[in-house]
């Protein structure tokens, strides 16, 4: 379990990857990457399109990078990337960053030195390496949670009344 204040210690690769692909199926639900547009572009990195509606019902994509490197003691690295070059650099990338407000489980940062761009959630890597505060209730648990907790809390800013659209 992630502990308050402490630094994360990344996991071997070969762990990580077995957590990931034990992980993999079972949040896919039984469907196939392809089917749900998601691609593994390395051994421990996804890379997986998520959306935002707005109050006019428009819909404005996004594309998710997770990364397990410290998986599944930790929760995965995730940010948000620029479609065409998988990366985010600040500021030019800033308009594929959504907006996230008026919610405590998470917001978005288009530049928290020293990590840069931070998904600020209790289920994301980057969260406790600024050694965020947080209730213990609140805590990574990877005996309870994989990265599905991951998804879905960023999912749930990606709607209304939440989102607000893209990052100007």
Not at 46 to 66: H, R, T
Request: net charge neutral; proline share 9%.
């Amino acid at each position: 379990m992630a502990q308050i204040g402490t630094d994360p210690l990344p996991n071997t690769p070969a762990q990580a990857r077995a957590a990931l692909d034990k992980h993999l199926p079972v949040v896919l639900r039984g469907r196939t990457m392809e089917e749900v547009g998601w691609i593994r572009s390395d051994l421990l990195t996804l890379l997986i399109p998520v959306f935002g509606v707005n109050e006019i019902g428009k819909a404005d994509d996004y594309l998710l990078k997770l990364h397990f490197g410290y998986y599944p003691e930790w929760p995965p690295s995730a940010q948000f990337v620029n479609p065409e070059t998988k990366r985010y650099v600040f500021p030019e990338d800033i308009r594929w960053l959504p907006r996230i407000e008026g919610t405590n489980e998470i917001s978005v940062h288009t530049n928290n030195p020293p990590i840069g761009q931070l998904i600020c959630c209790s289920v994301t890597l980057e969260f406790y390496q600024i050694k965020h505060g947080v209730e213990a209730r609140h805590l990574w648990d990877p005996a309870r949670q994989n990265f599905a907790a991951t998804l879905n809390a960023i999912e749930r800013g990606l709607r209304l009344p939440y989102y607000k659209g893209r990052q100007a």
